[in-house]
């Protein structure tokens, strides 16, 4: 059975553009999260899904940021345009249930903004 | 309010020694969940073990073994006889929300 896969696994970007990451989780999961962590800080949760919906979204830090989750399966987080700040690795994960179930992760996609 | 805390930022130690990673955690939840995950250096996070609120047994798997104390709000995590291929960075977590800022381990041969 295929994990949850990240894409890409690094981007760098100059400051002020725009930068898509995506998420594919395991299939049959209707639940998937979206994390960050910057360097030797905690893992902040920025939202969550359930199918195409967003349940959860209070961990977005602004507008700059923009989920999608078309059709309930892969997701795309989209930073628009990009600023220093939003350096770190972003961690997709799902499960088939939700926050009380262990979550199962990606690798990841470091981000770097230049 | 929600808060993990993981005091301890790095910790080395040499094969075979029993090592604690210690993790103290605030919410004022009645119904909360535990879990404790693994970054090994592939990047990424494995889960080890999840402990719902109602459950103070402590639980030994192998070489890892778990102490809940709901009165300390602690849940920590120990590896007897550590091994090389223990070293990773471990995450505790609160209801898959609020997680910890990670603990280094390297475990030397």
């Known amino acids: 059975e295929a994990g949850v896969t990240q894409f890409p696994s690094h981007s760098v970007i100059e400051k002020g553009q725009t930068v898509t990451l995506r998420c594919d989780p395991i299939s049959g999961h209707d639940n998937l999260y979206w994390y960050r962590r910057v360097m030797g800080k905690e893992i902040k949760f920025l939202l969550h899904f359930v199918k195409e919906s967003k349940q959860d979204e209070s961990g977005m830090p602004n507008n700059r940021f923009l989920a999608e989750r078309t059709g309930g399966t892969y997701s795309t987080l989209k930073v628009q345009p990009a600023e220093l700040e939003d350096s770190g690795v972003y961690f997709c994960?799902?499960?088939?249930?939700?926050?009380?179930?262990?979550?199962?992760f990606g690798s990841g996609t470091q981000l770097s903004v230049l | 309010a929600q808060k993990v805390t993981q005091a301890q930022t790095e910790i080395s130690v040499v094969e075979k020694e029993d090592v604690t990673l210690d993790c103290v955690y605030e919410t004022r939840d009645t119904t909360y969940y535990l879990f404790w995950y693994k970054q090994p250096p592939s990047g990424e996070l494995v889960f080890l073990i999840r402990r719902n609120s109602f459950d103070e047994q402590n639980e030994i798997s192998g070489r890892y073994s778990w102490n809940f104390q709901k009165s300390t709000s602690s849940f920590n995590f120990t590896i007897t006889a550590s091994q090389v291929v223990d070293s990773a960075v471990y995450f505790c977590?609160?209801?898959?929300?609020?997680f910890g800022a990670g603990t280094r381990l390297t475990v030397k041969p």
């Open positions: 994960a799902s499960s088939q249930y939700q926050l009380s179930e262990k979550l199962f």
């Open positions: 977590a609160l209801s898959g929300v609020r």
